[in-house]
């Protein structure tokens, strides 16, 4: 079982900027993609943004349509790892962020994420 471990997250103000990390104990590339969810206190799960492995789904990504041009996510083969660029943060942005590999076969992370391999999630706090 691959473990995944967040950091990067921490408290900002208005506009800031955050970069999180995620980092997996075995090749990143076993996942068919990778994304990064988010909750906040009494909302559901969401799907922030996902990116492929550069086999079966290509290097696409998906960005929730509320961080489209101020959240990046890249992935990085040789290290393992999964980021999220975050600018331009917003307090609706305040939640728990959870990395995830995703298994399914030639698709990007799904919203419901239910077989997906998780991480235990940073906080990301913005305040106005």
């Known amino acids: 079982q691959v473990q995944l471990v967040e950091s990067g997250g921490g408290s900002v103000q208005v506009g800031g900027s955050l970069r999180l990390s995620c980092l997996a104990s075995?090749?990143?590339?076993?996942?068919?993609?990778m994304g990064w969810y988010r909750q906040a206190p009494g909302k559901e799960r969401e799907l922030v943004a996902s990116?492929?492995?550069?086999?079966?789904?290509?290097?696409?990504?998906y960005y929730k349509g509320t961080v489209t041009g101020r959240f990046t996510i890249t992935r990085d083969e040789s290290t393992n790892t999964l980021y999220l660029e975050m600018n331009n943060l917003k307090p609706e942005d305040t939640a728990m962020y959870h990395c995830a590999g995703c298994p399914e076969l030639g698709r990007l992370c799904q919203q419901r994420g239910s077989s997906n391999t998780w991480g235990q999630g940073t906080q990301v706090t913005v305040s106005s």
């Open positions: 990116i492929g492995n550069g086999a079966s789904t290509g290097l696409a990504t």
């Open positions: 075995r090749s990143i590339f076993n996942f068919n993609a």
